[in-house]
C-alpha cells in the first residue's frame, strides 16, 4: 500500500522565526531578540510585520521612540488595514509631542474597529494632557463602556477632579470599585477623594479596607498616620508611620511627617533631624522648610528658624510664580501653611531677634496675604501687645472672628496652639 505525503499547515519562510522573537520578547531578552530580527529582516527585505512590530516595541522601551516609529510606520504599509499598527504609530507620535497627528490617526483606526476601548481611551489622555477635561471625560466614558476594565473609569476620575466635579470623580471611583473590589490603590484614590470632600469617615473606612487587603500598602499607610496626626493621636501615627518606613525609607513626604509626629509629642531634637533628612531627599520642598523653621522656634533658635522660613517664602513664591502644581500622593499631614502664614512666622522670628520694625512689616504683609487662618491675626496681636494694645486688641477680635468660621475645621495639634496663646494674650491685655 502507497502513502502519499501530506503537506502540513507551516508556517511560510518569513514567519518561522516569529515564535521564538515572541518568546525572547516575552522573557525580556532583549538583546537576543533584537539580533534575531534584525537577522529575519536582512533575509526577507524588511516584509515581516511581526518582527517590525517587535523591534519597534523594543526601542520604545529603550527610549528610541523615533526609531520605534519609523518601525510602525513600515508594519502600517505591509498591513494599511490593522488598527493595531496604527495604535503603536499614535502612541509613538504621543511621546514625541505630536498630539494632534496622534489624535487623527485615532479617529481613522475608530472607523475600523469603532468597539475598541483603548482608541477612546488614549484619546483621552491626549485631551487629559491638553487639560480639555470635559472632552477627555466623554472619552472616558464611552470607552468605560465598551471594557470590564477599570483603566477607564481611574482616567474619569482624574479629569472630574481636575474640573472641580469632586463627587463625580467619587462616583466614577465607585464605579471602578465595583468591577475591581479587591483593589487597594483604588480604595487609596477613593480616600484621597473624600478628603477634599470633607467626609472623615469614609475616608478611614476606605483606608481600612485597603490596609485589609494589603497591611503593607505604603500610601494607605501614609494616609492614615496622616490623618491621625490631625487628630493629635501621635502615637498611632508613629506606629502607621513606622509600618510605611520599612517600604520607602527614602520617602521625603514620610520622614517630614514622622518629624510633625515628633514635633506634637515634643520630641525636638528628633523632629530636628527628621525633618532635616526630608530636606535633604527633598530640598525643593517648601513645606518641609517651612515645618523645619517651625522647630527650630520652638526650640528658640530664631537665626536657624529665620533662614528654613525665609527659603519656604522664596521656594514657594517661585512655585506659585511658575504655575507648578504637585499631585499629592498622599494626605497632607503637616501644618498647611499659606504665603501669609509663613510671614507670620518669619515675624516672630525676626521678634526673637531683636528686629521690631522688621517684625511688624513681616506682620503687615502676613495680614494682606492671608485672610482666614486665625493664627495669623493672633501672631500678630501678639507681636503689637508691648508697643499698641490698641491694635492688638483688634488682631485678637479678627482672630476669633477667624477662629468661630473655621469652627471644627482646624487640626488638633493646631487648636491647642492657638488656644494657649490666645490664653496668653488675653491674660497680657487684661482682657477676661
Known sequence: MHFEATACNEPPPIETDNWRIHILFTQSALTQCVNLIKTNLATHGFQNAFALECLGMVQRLQGKVHESLDQFLMCVRLDPSSP???KHVARSLTLIGSHDEAIDLYHTALRQTPKDWELYYNQGLHHLLKKDWLLAEEYFLEAAKHTQNVMPLEKLAEARDKSGNISGAIDALKTALSLSPDDPDLLVRLAFLYVRAGEEGSVFENLGSALCLLPTHFHALLATGSVMLQQADYDAALAKFRLALKNAPENASLWNNIGMSLLGKRKFLGATYCLNRAIVLAPLDWSISANLGLVFLHTDQPMSALQHITAAIHLLRKQTKCAVSADMGHISTSTKFTLGMLYSLLA???AKLK??????EAHMIACKNDRTQPSVPLNTAIGLAVTSQDQ??????????RLQNLSGKLPNFSMESINT???GLKSLLKIS
Open 84 to 86: 493595531s499598527y496604527k
Open 421 to 423: 496663646a490666645q490664653l
Open 348 to 350: 516672630v522670628a525676626l
Open 355 to 360: 528686629d521690631p520694625a522688621a517684625a511688624e
Open 392 to 401: 492688638a486688641r483688634q488682631y485678637l477680635v479678627e482672630a476669633e472672628k
